[in-house]
């Protein structure tokens, strides 16, 4: 008998390790596949994108706000997968009918961090999921001391248009705005505050807009818009999965990191 307790303070009981994986975080599909657990997973949703692979190899089970229940009970799962804040607590009421639900909650380093330990009890792949914590140990380091050298900057990052929308405080998005040594401009407001804009509308304080590439898909067309809004700052197009995707993501989001500033931001 195995005990462990997910990151919302659930203790889950399992007789043996769980075989058969469900998973409906995209970020966390990805970091099963890196523990070496790509056999295991049997469904997905249509949103598990990294390794594209999945999506042709998996049963597809729908997004991750709406799911076809049917679908995940079909698969027979010793275990599902689910996120705070990517899924709704409706599903993963519904979905502990089916199987035991792990639900992450990951808002920082630290809480990727131990997910990634989480999944190595949980599925006996502890080796991979110390190896995979001490390289991202190493490389948030490096990274670190690459960074100390550059100004802090106030920064705005966009998640949505119509109606504007931003990342705020207590999100995985603002942990790595302040890992690139950025200051939240909408720090100070809860998750993903609306922004009212009108014609009189000026952040003159704010050094840098970032504008992502999801959940809404922002491109270079919408760069013009932002100008009025922020004359004084530079506005960028970013990769949304490197600020948002939890698990292995951070690995290589550090990488990318490290390129952005060379390529784009050394000169600040």
Known sequence: MKQLTDQIGTSHFFESTPRRIVSLVPSQTELLFDLGLEDQIVGITKFCVHPNHLLKTKKIVGGTKQVHFDKIKALQPDIIICNKEENTLEMVQELSEIAPVWVTNVVTIVDNLQMIT?????????????????SIDLALADFTTFVATIPVQKVAYF???????????????????????????????????????????????????????????????????FTSLFPNAK???????????????LLKAISYFKKWHKELFIDV
């Open 159 to 225: 998640i949505w248009k119509k109606p504007y929308m931003v990342a705020g405080s207590a999100t995985f998005i603002n942990e790595l705005l302040r890992l690139n040594r950025f200051d939240n401009f909408f720090g100070t407001q809860s998750r993903y505050p609306e922004i009212a804009v009108d014609a009189s509308t000026r952040y003159d304080a704010v050094d840098l807009v970032l504008l992502s590439s999801e959940p809404y898909p922002f491109k270079n067309e919408d760069l013009a818009e």
């Open 235 to 249: 506005i960028r197009l970013v990769d949304g999965e490197y600020f948002s995707w939890h698990g292995s993501r």
């Open 118 to 134: 989480d999944f190595g009890l949980l599925f006996d792949t502890t080796a991979k999921a110390q190896a995979l914590n001490q």
